[in-house]
T-cell receptor
Framework: GENVEQHPSTLSVQEGDSAVIKCTYSDSASNYFPWYKQELGKGPQLIIDIRSNVGEKKDQRIAVTLNKTAKHFSLHITETQPEDSAVYFCAASPDNYGQNFVFGPGTRLSVLP | EAGVAQSPRYKIIEKRQSVAFWCNPISGHATLYWYQQILGQGPKLLIQFQNNGVVDDSQLPKDRFSAERLKGVDSTLKIQPAKLEDSAVYLC??????????????FGPGTRLTVT
């Protein structure tokens, strides 16, 4: 089955700096890759996603890149703000309908003021 | 629109006791998921429903866990009897039906279960 690894497990950056989180997956059939943000005491919330026919996607300060050949994808957050502090999860879906997510172990991002 | 509702938010039980969690998905969402999130880990899918039918329960420990989704709306997840290793946050999520083109899963706040 699919296996998703995520690095680093914790990341601290100064406010205004950029943050990068990397994930690798094992199943070459995976074709949908979402990123979720989880704040303390809340459920995960989708922040950006990418499908296998696209190499990069950007939404304001957040971008995701996908390298299908190498089976890895990354989350980039620019101009970080204190409210970006949270746990971020990547996921991969080998399902044709984008279901059956397999989540990575998460990255705890701390943005220091 | 209202989000995914879950109750209770917190539950503490002793091992070998039973417990039930309730989930009300977003109106109109045909697909419902239950995840188990152990502290420090990503969510792990336990069971997926499409309307009131089970799509995937391959990771559900069926000797102690059960779930149902009557009438294709609300769902309950039960653990009987509970073990110490069941301590986790149980997340419910919902999404539009497969084939709709929308893949986003909307998560509820979760129920934090502590087994002592």
């Amino acid at each position: 089955g699919e296996n998703v690894e995520q690095h680093p497990s914790t990341l601290s950056v100064q406010e205004g700096d950029s943050a990068v989180i990397k994930c690798t997956y094992s199943d070459s059939a995976s074709n949908y890759f979402p990123w979720y943000k989880q704040e303390l005491g809340k459920g995960p919330q989708l922040i950006i996603d990418i499908r296998s026919n696209v190499g990069e996607k950007k939404d304001q300060r957040i971008a995701v890149t996908l390298n299908k050949t190498a089976k890895h994808f990354s989350l980039h957050i620019t101009e970080t703000q204190p409210e970006d502090s949270a746990v971020y999860f990547c996921a991969a879906s080998p399902d044709n309908y984008g279901q059956n997510f397999v989540f990575g172990p998460g990255t705890r991002l701390s943005v220091l003021p | 629109e209202a989000g995914v509702a879950q109750s209770p938010r917190y539950k503490i039980i002793e091992k070998r006791q039973s417990v039930a969690f309730w989930c009300n998905p977003i109106s109109g969402h045909a697909t419902l998921y239950w995840y188990q999130q152990i502290l420090g880990q990503g969510p792990k899918l336990l069971i997926q429903f499409q309307n009131n039918g089970v799509v995937d329960d391959s990771q559900l420990p069926k000797d102690r866990f059960s779930a149902e989704r009557l009438k294709g709306v609300d769902s309950t997840l039960k653990i009987q009897p509970a073990k110490l290793e069941d301590s986790a946050v149980y997340l419910c999520a919902s999404s539009l039906t497969s084939g709709s083109g929308s893949y986003e899963q909307y998560f509820g706040p979760g129920t934090r279960l502590t087994v002592t």
